[in-house]
């Protein structure tokens, strides 16, 4: 019954977000950054997360499913090698004190280096029309702090709070009358919230949870406001071998579906294989998407010692744009 009455829920805010997004024109949002996915376990399963326990990334996918994160401390650290030589490095730090009494505590951060652009000004003197005046170096930051808890057993909330800044660098507005330029910087910063909540149904694995992400006030870089990539996620999980005696195999199944407020409704679908809780083969696919195809994901867990140590790589095919490559590491202790 409560299950039901959380689909029913989800269901409206579904309906509601479409509604209010109805008014808007899609692809016109800001700090796109927030959209990539920093996660390589995450991205291997075409990000269809939304109901599975991430570890130290959980704060960026859904924060409700922090609450089952076993160790006292989960650290995470990351790479994406995105299109056109833009970078995303990415660290995560759960804490779980008293076994959970008080919830679980988190920090998050993630930093873009978008790569040196040619700055030009006009210049019909030049044969190619432009004289190059140097480079711009956009970049971007988020911080968050994050907190969930379990209200019973079944049921848990979680939250991430962000900060989130990006600079587009100064750019040449115009001629200064002295043989120099004017220039313009174009920078900005807001407050983001995520939000979650998670239901374990009771049958075996099976999860239901809801994810808000990119909650936020209008941006402004100049005279114009744009919004944020807010999105709405509702994802099922579930290892299927559950309902085998298959001990030392274990077979994740999750489906996805997001209403992103930049672009059409996606279903996204991950595949996770696990053998004997040390080697891992992962797959994932969504649609609709423009350039975003199959992803591929391995990963390795290995205790070290008083350690939970996770290696995971993943390798998505992007159309016109090449490959993406993430490699994201986690520790337990």
């Known amino acids: 019954m409560r299950i039901s009455k959380l689909i029913l829920f989800g269901l409206a805010l579904l309906l509601t977000s479409t509604q209010v997004h109805g008014q808007k024109k899609r692809a016109q949002t800001s700090m796109k950054f927030l959209s990539v996915s920093p996660s390589a376990r995450a991205s291997g399963l075409s990000d269809a997360v939304t109901s599975v326990e991430?570890?130290?990334?959980?704060?960026?996918?859904?924060?409700?499913?922090?609450?089952?994160?076993?160790?006292?401390?989960?650290?995470?650290?990351?790479?994406?090698?995105?299109?056109?030589?833009?970078?995303?490095?990415?660290?995560?730090?759960?804490?779980?004190?008293?076994?959970?009494?008080?919830?679980?505590?988190?920090?998050?951060?993630?930093?873009?280096?978008?790569?040196?652009?040619?700055?030009?000004?006009?210049?019909?003197?030049?044969?190619?029309g432009y004289r190059d005046i140097g480079f711009i170096n956009p970049t971007a930051m988020v911080f968050g702090l994050s907190y969930a808890n379990a209200i019973t057993d079944q049921f848990s909330v979680g939250a991430n709070f962000r900060y989130a800044t990006q600079d587009l660098g100064s750019v040449t507005t115009g001629s200064d009358g002295a043989g120099g330029f004017t220039t313009q910087s174009y920078s900005a910063s807001t407050t983001v919230l995520d939000f979650g909540i998670l239901y374990k149904t009771g049958f075996e694995s099976l999860n239901f949870a809801m994810a808000l992400r990119n909650f936020s006030p209008e941006v402004s870089y100049d005279t114009e406001n744009s919004e944020l990539p807010l999105t709405f996620k509702i994802g099922i999980s579930m290892d299927v071998l559950d309902?085998?005696?298959?001990?030392?195999?274990?077979?994740?199944?999750?489906?996805?579906?997001?209403?992103?407020?930049?672009?059409?409704?996606?279903?996204?679908?991950?595949?996770?294989?696990?053998?004997?809780?040390?080697f891992i083969l992962r797959g994932g696919y969504g649609f609709p998407k423009?350039?975003?195809?199959?992803?591929?994901?391995?990963?390795?867990?290995?205790?070290?010692?008083?350690?939970?140590?996770?290696?995971?790589?993943?390798?998505?095919?992007?159309?016109?744009?090449?490959?993406?490559?993430?490699?994201?590491?986690q520790l337990g202790f």
């Open 54 to 128: 991430m570890g130290a990334y959980s704060a960026f996918y859904n924060p409700a499913t922090m609450v089952n994160i076993k160790s006292k401390y989960s650290a995470s650290v990351g790479s994406v090698q995105w299109i056109t030589d833009i970078n995303h490095n990415s660290a995560s730090l759960i804490y779980r004190p008293s076994d959970g009494k008080y919830g679980i505590f988190g920090l998050n951060a993630i930093s873009v280096d978008y790569g040196d652009i040619i700055s030009t000004v006009v210049d019909e003197s030049e044969d190619k």
């Open 243 to 278: 309902l085998t005696d298959l001990e030392d195999h274990s077979l994740l199944v999750s489906i996805d579906a997001n209403r992103p407020r930049d672009y059409d409704e996606q279903l996204l679908f991950g595949l996770e294989y696990t053998f004997i809780d040390r």
């Open 290 to 329: 423009d350039e975003e195809e199959i992803a591929l994901g391995i990963g390795i867990k290995q205790p070290l010692g008083g350690f939970d140590l996770g290696v995971d790589y993943s390798y998505t095919q992007f159309g016109v744009f090449g490959e993406v490559n993430r490699i994201s590491v």
